[in-house]
Every structure is written in structure tokens, then in C-alpha cells.
């Protein structure tokens, strides 16, 4: 049930430079067939598009906050859709966001109409999540995610019959208001399930790598296996960090590669041992709005280990809907799913609420129909990425997942960004590949 009244989402008929793009001189691709694109051909695809997701949402983070809603990358249209309040602003935002990258091609740009902002969706966001932190709702939130167009704030819920008449019998009682949604903020409720960390008592993949460490090694305490995810260094004094998930080792215990037999392509959970192998660094530091945590006492590269060897990763970036990424877990390698890529970004703003109790600000993402695999359990702290010619770009570390299930894996997975972890942490990816 959906309480309030939904925003309007109109395409905007504006200047040229705020139109959709022209045809494409190639036949126009299918999602599927974008997912299916080696990574390479796929960065060509989407290089364009994303440099404008992120020049846009960069404005409307900071100067044009005020209208701004988000941003859709809409592959198989080779454009971007920008959603703003006020229409008449469309040419002054488009400036804005120009002025961040003088790269992009705003005539991939299409403006749409939006019924709220982005900052009255999160403060509607942040008073749900407060009441439920103080025991005031009579139902469980699951996960909590701004639609892209800012039209409504979709909340996956345990009771959603109980949400939905809690929510409008307050908005009836004057009494009952702190139990409501803010303003007339379109709010829906719907059923939720559970969000389980992607960690797994298991040996992982890159059994017994040696320093320096790389994102997709193993890490363990000898019975919790996850990977290494984001090689950084403290912007402080350039000291190597390697990040991980924070829901996989308790802070102050020591870190350290598999040992022991590598495991069986295929039969991956059979090849627990508990064995410790190198040190790979001591927990220090933990930070669960981000699900992730620091390991500190080795030395890493800037490399991300994929199915057959190493690229290089020289750039991080925040993920937006419409655009597609890999991840390189363990569990997902060994389970004979190799590097797993084509996921679709379906949300770039949800928050959920993981096993733990822990409440995690992140992106969801799928596997499109005819991809088997997205996440497995036991690929948590892994990176996240895309191409980047012949390097990768870093979007964040794999936290959680969803079902439906196949065997041990999820079709919907969820990843914390590495820009809001580093910028957490006082880190930045470390220039040395």
C-alpha cells in the first residue's frame, strides 16, 4: 500500500543540451546484452554516461541540493536521467554539474520531473529509522530506499499491514504524529526479508597470498572467511590499510591468509580447515554505518585478483542506478562463477539493517534474468568495481545479500562505497600497483 501522493515524472521538454541524447549510430543494446559485455566493451558503453551520474550527483550534493532528486543511468538509451523539483533550474544545474567535469556530453542528459528532493526523502529516511532505534514502531524495518526520482520512500518491512495502518492512523490522529511520515512524503510499505552478511565459515579463494596483499585475498581468524576488499593508505602518513567488511572480525584480533589444502573448485564449503596462514594485519577500527573495518600491519597493492590474474585499480567512484558492476568474492570464484560481473545497480540509496542489528547505508544490486549468480556467502569484504580500459575503478566492498537463493548464493546483493569509507576512515586507494 502506498500512503500519500506519488511525485509527477514527466520528461521535460527543455534547451537542447537538457534532451535526450540523438540515436545511437549502432542498433541499440538489450540490458541483457549490456550485462553480458566483456568488461572492456562494456566501459566503453558506459564510461560516458557514468562520468555524467557522478558530475550530476556532485552537484546535487552540493550547489543545487535544493532540487536535485537523482540520477538513472539508462544504458540502452546512452543517456542519464537527472530528476529535479523545479524544471526552470534544468539549464543552471546542467551548468553546475559541466563545471565539476568540462568532459562530459550534456546532450546525453535528460531532465525529469521530480515531486521531492533527495534531502527531505533522507530526513524522512532518518526520523523512521530514530523511531524504530527507540522502540516506538510496532514493526520491523528491513531495508529503507529512496526511489530514484525521489517519488517515494520504499520500506521493506516484517509487518507491512501493521506499517501501513500504524503510518496512516497517525497521520489522522494529531496525538499519533510522531508515529507518521514528515511532510507529504510519499511513503510505501511492502514485505521484507532478510538481509544476511555475505560472511561464511569457510577457506576462501587466494589461499595463501604473501605481502603485499590484494583485493580478493583471504582473510581469516580460523573460523570466519572473507576477503580482502579496498588496498588504501592513510592520507595522514601513506601507512598501507587493507578494508574489509566490519560484520567478518571483531576489532583487535589478529588477521591472517588460508593455509593448508586450496579448496576443490566447485565444493567450496567443503574446504573449511580453520588453518592460519600469513598475517595479513590487525583489526583496528570498525565502522558498522559502513560495514567495514581496517586491517593494519602489512603492506597491499592497488590490485584487484580476477579469474585468471591481476589488473590494476586506479580510481574509485560511487555506483548509480541504471549502471552495471563486477565483484571478485571468494565463495562466487571457487563455486566455479569466476569473476562476477553484469550486476545491475537497482538502488544507490538504501539502507538496511543486516543480521547484526547494525543499520548499513549501501547500494543494492541483481543479476539480470539468464545470469545465474550474483553473491554467495563468503564473499563478504570483496571489492566492487567496474572497468576502467585496461585498469578497474573501485565502487565499494561486498556487505551483504538477499534471496532468492541458488545453492549458497543471493540474486540481490549489497555493497557499501568506497568513497564514504575512505572518507570515513581518512584513507585514499593507495597509488602503488
Known sequence: MTL???????????APAANAAPASPHARYTEA?????????????????????????????????DIYAGVRIDAPRETVHVYLTDLSRAAKFIKAASALDRRIDTGKITIVKAGHTRQEMHEVRDRLLAQEKAGKLPYKIHTVAVAADASTLEVAVDKPDVAAKTSAAARRNPDARSLAPATDVPVSFKQGQRISPAARTWADV???????????????DGSQYCSAGLPAVRKSDNKPVMVTAAHCFANGLKIYTGSGTTPTFG?????????????????????????????IGTDNNADVSETTGYKPVTGVAYSHNGDFVCQNGAASFFMKQ?????????????????????KVRGVEGTRLPGNPWTVAHGDSGSMVYTSNGSARQARGIVSALASPYQTNAGSYMYWTEATDIFNHFGLKLNPKT
Open 338 to 358: 569466476e569473476t562476477v560481473c553484469g550486476i545491475k545497480v537497482v538502488n544507490d540509496d538504501i539502507t538496511y539493517t543486516l543480521d547484526t542489528g547494525w
Open 33 to 65: 546484452q549490456i550485462a553480458g559485455m566483456a568488461p572492456e566493451k562494456q566501459e566503453k558503453l558506459l564510461a560516458p554516461l557514468r562520468a555524467i551520474a557522478d558530475a550530476a550527483d556532485r552537484a546535487g550534493s552540493g550547489s543545487q541540493a
Open 267 to 295: 565444493k567450496f564449503y567443503d574446504g573449511l580447515n580453520g588453518q592460519l596462514g600469513n598475517y595479513a594485519g590487525t583489526v583496528n577500527g570498525v565502522s558498522t554505518n559502513w560495514d567495514a573495518e581496517q586491517l
Open 4 to 14: 500519500g501522493t506519488a511525485g509527477i515524472a514527466l520528461v521535460a521538454t527543455m
Open 206 to 220: 587466494r589461499w595463501k597470498d604473501g605481502t603485499p596483499f590484494i583485493a580478493g585475498d583471504v582473510l581469516t
